[in-house]
């Protein structure tokens, strides 16, 4: 992640909590949150709250539907001709 971009910019906040101890990674899109939320579970963290920036916990399933959009919205558009 880029170190000069501001942590209030980032839409979502990853919340991961092991034996006591939180930590918070900052991403960037839901693609971003989703791939880091993955990342700490497949490390064996089963503490893992996704948050959007206002606060508001996002589930599992809506953070694949957003990822899901962004990955059709950034894709490069197409030029036929």
Known sequence: MAENVREDAMPYNVLVTQDGR?????????TEALALAREKEASGLSEIVVMSND?????????????ELEAITLSPPTVFG
């Open 22 to 30: 939180s930590t918070i990674a900052f991403a960037r899109s839901a």
């Open 55 to 67: 606060g508001g916990e996002v589930a599992v399933d809506r953070l694949i539907r957003l990822a």
